[in-house]
């Protein structure tokens, strides 16, 4: 009996009941701590993704207006980039203002000045410093009415040489919400493990109380007759109930370990539904290459089916995605840290991309590489809307200059063939002189033929707006080109559905479109080739798509940029108009034209029109309409 109950057992089975529960407590505490880290992690990445897309919309805004920036900023094209970014407000002020507030007065000024002032005042000196050294300076949420907003303060100088502070706001209420959760998180976390500790004293005490009255019995069974069966049946009975005390205690221990387990699943859950919620691709990967983390918008971007996403290899997940295999690789092998790059993709389809792309490497608490993350933005829809507004104002210096041009021609022009009029009638009718006169006419008309091209380019177009069926006015101009694609022995096919609804919009403008890019396309196919034209309608955006293809040798990578300019043609007696009044015309009803060239030759051209000419705020990035042949 002393070799069950004595000292030597006692304390071991003591010893071993406190090492296994600090055992598990040390398990809760680093779970709650990991949990707090994670939740800490997660909550900084969501923080510099905001910071990050409000830099890419201030440094846009910043371009635009670099050349004159008092003027600039209350432009049209001013709101419509500011609409297209992540910036909600943007207010600007001249450095000198801060240091010499007396040299302005103008009313309007002074309150955008002040606004700004009053951020500018709050700052530290050092950051006041780094602002004037060129540093872009976070300075959290804003003041006052934008308590829900995060707000920057960028130094920039202007074309002029004046010094410049811009002050940009992005709304952030999500952010806010994330961060006053972590806060409380957190309390509830310490709160938490300061309760599993009071539970676990409680726990350890109430446990050992009963071993100890047993011990204690035990030691009196010395001083009992062992011949006297009462006593060794009361210290059996009495460890009998320790044991059914211990066993009650061990189911409370698991239940409460249970509840910290979901505790700790409901919060991984929650951080899982904040990656997933981000409107920025995360892409996360361990050091073996596996896919730890690829959220929704990751996907979207990189149109990335479930059935080719292979977890455990990025490699093969991303292999037509080449810059991202190549900057995951450079980040796990450099630690190297990618901030705000840009890469063109082209998918199968031939669609392109522009994605943003920034990472870094994930280091666990021992400062050791433990994966690396990437942060993806999709950027073709800014891209394609600053190329819109660079086009716009090229058009508008383009026909000013070609209207004053033509207007001068056409005087000199006059005069030319009013002097050919008359040297005809001073010339005897055999006389080579005649011919001469002749050859001066014919070019004078084409020169003449010419001046009128450029004159209907320079001239502002005024869109009327009438119902049109687009499959009929498709039908009116392979009417009028038949004959002039069987004279090059090129074949049409046409693909559309006749129930599409009616577009609305200028019937004259559609018809030139149409015009220019099938007379394109059949002076682009080579003899026997084809030529296909389609209508198609996307239902749920309201957008039509006219697409004409051809097979002829395609449009060389170094020309993309420029076909649609002014005057740029690579065909000998080519004016290089069609397809920029083309697109002119386009634009001007609201729409979008690409080109996208085929692999093995040929080339595709793609018209989107909204529904109604004039429909606000269209996308234009893709396009899910339906097909039936006809």
């Known amino acids: 009996m002393k070799s069950i109950f004595g000292h030597k057992v006692r304390s071991s089975y003591e010893t071993e009941l406190k090492i296994t529960l600090l055992l598990i407590l040390l398990f809760l505490i680093l779970a709650n701590f990991s ?237 899982l539904y904040i990656l997933e919620s981000m409107l920025s691709g995360l892409i996360g990967i361990d050091t073996e290459g596996r896919i730890i983390h690829l959220n929704q918008s990751a996907r979207t971007i990189l149109k990335l089916r479930e059935n080719l996403i292979n977890m455990q290899s990025f490699r093969d997940t991303f292999a037509d995605y080449k810059p991202l295999i190549d900057s995951l690789e450079n980040i796990l092998a450099n630690r190297a840290t990618i901030e705000r790059q840009e890469y063109r993709l082209v998918q199968k389809s031939g669609l392109q991309k522009i994605l943003g792309i920034s990472g870094s490497p994930v280091h666990d608490h021992k400062g050791r590489i433990v994966g690396a993350i990437l942060i993806l933005a999709d950027m073709t829809e800014v891209r394609r809307l600053q190329k819109e507004i660079v086009f716009k104002e090229k058009m508008a210096a383009v026909g000013e200059m070609s209207a004053g041009l033509a207007h001068e021609m056409r005087n000199a022009m006059m005069a030319i063939v009013g002097y050919s009029k008359y040297l005809k009638k001073l010339s005897a009718e055999d006389s080579p002189i005649q011919e001469v006169v002749s050859s001066i006419r014919a070019e004078s008309a084409n020169c003449e033929t010419m001046l009128k091209r450029f004159l209907l380019f320079a001239k502002p177009t005024a869109f009327s707006s009438e119902t049109i069926s687009l499959v009929n006015a498709a039908a009116v101009v392979i009417y009028k080109l038949k004959q002039y694609a069987i004279s090059k022995d090129i074949s049409i096919s046409e693909n559309y559905r006749h129930d599409i609804p009616n577009f609305t919009g200028d019937k004259t403008a559609i018809d030139q479109i149409i015009t220019n890019l099938v007379k394109n396309a059949i002076e682009a196919a080579p003899n026997g080739g084809q030529v296909g034209l389609q209508i198609k309608y996307d239902f749920t955006k309201s957008i039509f798509a006219i697409e004409i293809t051809d097979n002829g040798p395609g449009i060389p990578p ?73």
């Open 35 to 271: 949990t707090l880290r994670v939740s800490g992690k997660l909550s900084k990445i969501y923080k510099e993704d905001k910071y990050h897309q409000l830099e890419i919309g201030a440094g846009k805004l910043i371009d635009y207006v670099d050349d004159n920036v008092a003027n600039f900023r209350l432009t049209r094209h001013f709101r419509e980039i500011l609409s297209h970014t992540t910036v909600t407000e943007a207010a600007f002020v001249q450095a000198d203002y801060l240091k010499y507030p007396e040299k302005f007065r103008d009313s309007l000024v002074t309150q955008e000045m002040e606004y700004i002032s009053n951020y500018y005042s709050t700052l530290p000196a050092d950051l006041q410093n780094a602002l004037e050294s060129g540093q872009v300076v976070e300075y959290g949420f804003g003041r006052d009415q934008d308590r829900n907003k995060i707000a920057i303060l960028v130094f920039f100088t202007d074309g002029q040489g004046k010094d410049w502070i811009g002050l940009f706001l992005n709304n952030a209420g999500g952010l806010k919400l994330v961060t006053t959760i972590m806060r409380f998180n957190f309390i509830f976390q310490i709160a938490g493990i300061l309760a599993i500790l009071l539970v676990a004293y409680a726990y350890l005490k109430i446990t050992l109380n009963p071993f100890r009255r047993i011990a204690t019995e035990a030691k009196k069974v010395h001083h009992i007759d062992k011949r006297s069966g009462e006593s060794v049946e009361q210290i059996v009975e009495t460890f009998r109930m320790t044991i059914g005390r211990l066993q009650e205690n061990e189911e409370k221990l698991k239940e409460l370990y249970n509840n910290s387990q979901a505790r700790a699943a409901r919060l991984e859950q929650f951080n």
């Open 558 to 630: 170094e020309n993309l940029d420029k076909i649609f300019s002014p005057f740029f043609s690579t065909k000998e007696k080519g004016t290089g108009l069609g397809l920029a009044i083309a697109k002119k015309l386009v634009t001007g009803m609201g729409g979008s034209i690409d080109v996208n060239p085929k692999a093995g030759g040929g080339c595709k051209f793609i018209v989107m029109l909204p529904l109604e000419y004039g429909c606000p705020e269209t996308e234009f990035s893709e396009f899910t309409g339906a097909i039936s042949k006809r």
